[in-house]
């Protein structure tokens, strides 16, 4: 039976970069990790090697763009655990080389990244609601990019003016607004939402080209998944700051 004194929480595609260090750290807290994974073999030997370095860790089958993975996971959380307190929205995708400019992008990559970035995203939390209501304190954290600021992509001078990727900001853009809206929607619950800029960083997302380390591009999600009752809500951060819509 679970620990009851333990936070339960889950991170989607926790199965390699800043998902993985998001559910090692949040591990390293204290809390229970739901390793959230849709390749059965990579989901189950990530939670077995935070098994080994000591974390309270276990996979969780899910696919955030398939309903039936979602639905049979939350069936499976309020089964084994009863309610859920941390939600990491963290799976995400990027179509390198065919997401483009708006007048060029392919259509279907543009589609397939909504639809897992925002959609799934969307869908997850919406599965899970029900469980992060049974908790004292809950926190949604939904890992979003600078590249989703409409603020930025007006700023010239910014210095990700120049990057094209339609469907891939746009998705970005479209969970802030989901963060905005839900953090409104559960204004006086003890459930927070926030969005995440994890920064640019070295995974197989950008095909290892940013700067940062996982660590670092882990660093503010975790800190926001962990803030507890006297955390913010409604906001979109990063690591020393705010950021603009
Ligand atoms: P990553 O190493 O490629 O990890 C992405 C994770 O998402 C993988 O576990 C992947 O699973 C999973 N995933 C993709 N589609 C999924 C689906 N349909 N269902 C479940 N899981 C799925 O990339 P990352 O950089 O750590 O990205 C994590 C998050 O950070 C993403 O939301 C990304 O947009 C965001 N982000 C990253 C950067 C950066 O510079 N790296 C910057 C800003 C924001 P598989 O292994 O099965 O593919």
Redesign the pocket.
Known sequence: MADATKRVALI?????????EVARQVGKAGCTVLV????VE?GREAALRLKVEGHDAHFIA?????PETIKRAAEEIERNFGRLDILV??????ALGRDGAPSTADIEAVRATIE??FI?ALAVTQAMLPLLRKSKSASIVN?????GSITGHTTPEWKFAHVRAIG?SA??AAMNMMTAQLALELAGTAIKVNSV??????????KHS?P?T?QE?AAETIRLALAGPDGPTGGFYETGGTLPW
């Open positions: 989607t595609g926790a199965n390699k970069g800043i998902g993985l959230g994974a849709r390749n990579l899910l696919d955030v763009v398939k929205n963290n799976a995400g995708i990027a897992t970035n799934g890992v979003s990019s600078e590249l891939y998705s970005k800029n994890p920064g640019y960083t070295a995974t197989d997302l950008n940013g940062q996982v591009g």
